[in-house]
């Protein structure tokens, strides 16, 4: 089965000869090797790049293990190059090589080599891009699989594929998997071999029990507001243990290095201005977060608010919760003010689109609720909100689209979402 990521691919294929290292990042086993070696390399060889002119290592095969010194890979690479036209550099685990950022740093002054690496461990996060290269690498963040990666060539309804894929997520090798049984296994296993672990390596902690309580807790409050205080209070009422808020404030940082979750800060629409706290966090793979709970507390309602998270993800947004103030007088006139939250704001360029997540909208007084917030934003972007269901989409008396969930992961929602 091969599922082609054009997103990605076309993305790595706008930035080629660029000058810069193309750096593909993302959460373990999301495909960023396949995108690499598999896809971008067919690419190449389908545009008559010669053979001998793409230059490629796995630096996580035993085979290449001598390549992990930094003068046998600076030196194979340079040796490689035999002519004045480009060769194309691809390097796939590039952190398996000892001090590969001065390494990549030395490829940039190869005038003729343009570089492509991949980094899928905890020692290959963004911030060591920012630090490390300073404007001279290209991140390609890739996630894992969209909905509609995810049912590619898959000979089940689009109702049962929405349940699978909110049940296991789109780690690639999972979608792989044909028994469920064994899906739930595989994802229980890499959360604790793999990603588990490769927090409590990089970072030293060495109090695991508290680390795994704590992605437990923001794995059982994705989309709900909070933040490093109010979850130290609650190991100290409920666990009866003191974790200082700002040990709690370094885990989750840890945890956004690595990929794992996302966090969202709020932004005040009529104030123009962010809010510092709380957050809302959200993982970016369902399968993982659920196989942290060991598949219990499937509330619905939050897991199609991180869905429409990461597809806003996916699709280049970038992606807030936003607050609108709403004031007025009760039935007693008696003055009152209030902040109503909206989801999402999701923006890119000079698009900017207000999206509610609705799980059903079963009435009048529900409709008014859901879209109270919006109605109150007085500009002229285009305002939506999303239904589990599948519905006519349509727009209301005020101006707001409702579409349902897969007509939105399908790209049904207007001529740019």
């Known amino acids: 089965m091969e599922i082609k990521r054009d997103i990605y691919l076309q993305k790595l294929i706008s930035k080629k000869n660029n000058g810069l290292i193309k750096i593909i990042t ?48 600076y030196n194979y690479i340079k040796s490689s190059i035999h002519d ?15 001090e590969f950022e001065d390494v990549l740093n030395g490829f940039l002054h190869l005038e003729n080599a343009d570089v492509y690496v991949t980094g899928s461990n905890s020692k290959f996060l963004s911030t060591d891009i920012i630090t490390e290269f300073r404007g001279r690498g290209d991140e390609i963040n890739v996630f894992p699989l969209s909905f509609s990666e995810f049912k590619e060539n898959y000979e089940i309804s ?53 680390l795994e309580e704590l992605i437990h807790i923001l794995a059982s409050s994705i ?24 040990t709690l404030k370094s885990y989750i940082r840890a945890l956004e290095e690595s990929f794992m979750i996302n966090g969202t800060i709020r932004y005040d629409i009529k104030g123009k201005k962010y809010i510092s706290t709380p957050f809302k966090y959200f993982f970016t793979d369902l399968g993982l977060r659920n196989a942290i709970l060991d598949f219990r507390q499937q509330e ?5 608010e991180n869905l429409i998270y990461n597809e806003l993800r996916i699709r280049g947004y970038q992606v807030d919760v936003g607050i609108v103030t709403e004031n007025g007088k009760d039935k007693k006139g008696k003055s009152y003010r209030k902040q109503l939250e909206i989801d999402f704001i999701a923006s890119k360029g000079y698009e900017k689109y207000y999206i509610q997540s609705a799980f059903s909208i079963p009435n009048e007084s529900k409709m008014n609720q859901e879209k109270a917030s919006l109605t109150k934003v007085n500009d002229s972007f285009e305002k ?27 790209n049904k929602v207007s001529n740019n979402l």
Do not use: W
Request: hydrophobic residues 40%.
């Open 26 to 73: 993302g959460i373990r086993r999301c495909g960023k090797s396949y995108l690499l070696s598999r896809l971008f390399k067919k690419h190449l060889l389908d545009e008559g790049i010669a053979q001998d002119h793409i230059i490629e290592l796995a630096l996580d095969d035993f085979a290449n293990k001598k390549f992990r010194k930094p003068e046998e890979l």
């Open 84 to 98: 004045n036209d480009i060769h194309y550099v691809l390097l796939d685990e590039v952190q398996y090589a000892e």
């Open 158 to 210: 689009e109702d049962e594929a929405l349940k699978e894929f909110m049940y296991y997520g789109g780690l690639p090798f999972v979608r792989t998997i044909v028994d469920k049984g064994e899906k739930a296994d595989y994802l229980s296993t890499v959360y604790k071999k793999v990603y588990l672990s490769d927090l409590i390596d990089r970072y030293g902690i060495k109090n695991e029990p508290e």
């Open 223 to 246: 989309g709900s507001l909070t933040n490093p205080n109010k979850i130290s209070n609650t190991f100290k009422s409920v666990k009866k243990i003191d974790i200082p808020a700002v």
């Open 300 to 304: 619905e309602a939050h897991l199609m």
């Open 384 to 410: 939506i909100i999303i239904v589990k269901d599948s519905i006519i989409p349509y727009k209301n008396d005020d101006g707001i689209r409702i579409i349902g969930l897969v007509d939105f992961l399908n």
